[in-house]
């Protein structure tokens, strides 16, 4: 099918404005992360004219960048992990039994993706307080703590996109090994879940991605010692100075592992969401 | 299959809760068979259940509780303890002649407003980009991958590089318009008074519209190749078949879409966050921001958790009006 030559200069023009759109501030980030502090500081320079790498060493030293590096993976790994694992089992539940409140569930756990995350950090917050106080369990402020909220948004999501990626699975596939004298929890395992193994890559992908950017518990949640990225980049402002050299090279050096990931996995999170949200 | 056709599921080797094997039991499968095919889904979905009880049911209901409570700083260590105060956080919140309501009312209307232009302009930069990006061409995967990377970027280091973007006196912003262009006077301050809420607006399409983007070329995949051609050899353009074929197709794509992008957008807490700080300008205070300042930075957590309710049963509202609305015009469809 030819298309009209108005069709693609439309669409040239439509597409570099929106690719310059999109990687400006990529472009910001990069040359202001390889500018002395005082070129930063001054009128922003297009091309940057004194160019030095030393922001990229002097980014561990201004905050302790790894401590809050470790703590972010540890965080989102783990919420990732937990969200992911309780979902495959839910999401069979749902997508391969007939059970009374399952719509109940379902709606539930649909209607909770919904809610502004707010709505749940004041009572979680009180909560976390409240236990430490009676039984000494320091929730608030420790890691543990901060996965637990971090499931109030990845629980309800892999749930949600677990379910239609197994609905997309022929149940033919998972009767068949129970003919064959699986049990449900094997047929799980065997068949099921090495059958959705690109839905599951995409939901994990996408929920440590979210983990990972939070900023809202993140910043109530949190003390020195379990501070993550999303606080902890906020050290690069000081009284006097905004070490904005030392602020674009740290954004770079936590972008650089979850944009690599994520563009090597977008074909599967694409297929997720085809089977998953767009039914 | 193999042999094992006589009744398969007694013969579990490692079934829930099958201990027996001797001959007795092959007797009877049928009724151990359904109580366990009864159990199992529970059994499967209890880890969920008790999730959700301990991070969505309870603490609503707390929340709840919270707002009929005069709950400041005092009670934090004991919220048990905070003074019932029955609907007054309710009634504070919504005279809009005092200070707190009127504030409250301003912030919710900046709110929408923000939505609105946030939404729509995502919205517009998703199906233009999905659009074009259906055929392919050379450079095709590369831009798809592009688009794809304010999705894939932290929010916070993505939106602390538009803050330094939109420094007065630093900032790219300013120097393309103001020194290189001229278009201003002077440098203009972007991230406090009165321009805030352009540069928040910009922001968040930027790292919104990419979603719009990954959902509606997904529902692209799913319209038929014939539907075009058939189109084509009855001699319809292309802005003929986008607009007869790919826009009508994609219609409950968008059902969903528009929804979920209206929530999240709505209940955006990062993006002016990080721009912002913790008190945002009185052009650009989203609701998320108001209550978190009313909670966490002068510590009223009753009157922060009666402005929650109010804006859950809002979105309860919005949300059920919309599924009324697009559910039956989907109906209508079918018939």
Known sequence: MAAPQSFLWTRRIVLTLLAGFVLLPVYVMVSSSLKPLQDVSGKFQWIPRNLTIQPYFDIWDTVPLAKYFVNSLIVAGAATALSVTIAVFSAYAVSRYTFRGKRAFTVTVLSTQMFPGILFLLPLFLIFVNIGNSTGLALYGSRGGLILTYLTFSLPFSIWMLIGYFDSIPKDLDEAALVDGCGPIRALFRVVVPAAVPGIVAVSVYAFMTAWGEVLFASVMTNDATRTLAVGLQGYATQNDVYWNQVMAASLVVSVPVVAGFLLLQRYLVAGLTAGAVK | MTAVTTDPKVD?????????????????????????????????????????????????????????????????????????????????????????????????????????????????????????????????????????????????????????????????????????????????????????????????????????????????????????????????????????ITLPSLRPVNQVLVLVLFLWTFNDFNTPYVLFGKSAPENADLISIHIYQSSFVTWNFGSGSAMSVLLLLFLLVVTAVYLFFTSRGRKGADA
Not at chain 2, 63 to 75: A, E, K, W, Y
Not at chain 2, 164 to 172: E, H, I, K, S, T
Not at chain 2, 190 to 212: E, R, T
């Open chain 2, 12 to 244: 579990k080797p490692n079934g829930v809760g099958s201990t027996g094997t001797g001959g007795a039991r092959r007797r009877l499968p049928r009724i151990p068979d359904r109580i366990r095919q009864g159990g199992l889904p529970y059994l499967l979905l209890l880890p969920a259940v008790l999730l959700e009880l301990l991070i969505h049911i309870i603490p609503m209901l707390i929340g709840i509780v919270m707002s009929f409570r005069q709950l400041t700083q005092f009670f934090i260590n004991n919220w048990g303890g905070a003074p019932w105060s029955g609907l007054d956080n309710y009634r504070i919140a919504v005279d809009f002649d005092a200070p707190i309501g009127e504030a409250l009312l301003h912030s919710f209307l900046v709110t929408c407003v923000f939505t609105f232009f946030a939404v729509g302009l995502a919205w517009l930069f998703g199906i233009t980009a999905a659009i074009m990006l259906q055929e392919s061409f050379r450079g095709r995967g590369f831009l798809r991958a592009v688009f794809l990377v304010p999705y894939a970027l932290p929010v916070y280091a993505a939106v602390i590089t538009w803050a330094f973007m939109f420094q007065r006196d630093n900032g790219l912003v300013n120097h393309v318009l103001h020194d290189q262009l001229g278009l201003t006077d002077q440098p203009s301050f972007w991230l406090i008074g009165d321009n805030s809420i352009y540069a928040l607006i910009i922001v968040s399409v930027w790292k919104g519209w990419p979603f719009a983007f990954l959902m509606l070329m997904a529902g692209l995949q799913n319209i038929p190749r014939e539907l075009y051609e058939a189109a084509s050899i009855d001699g319809a353009g292309i802005w003929q078949q986008i607009r007869r």
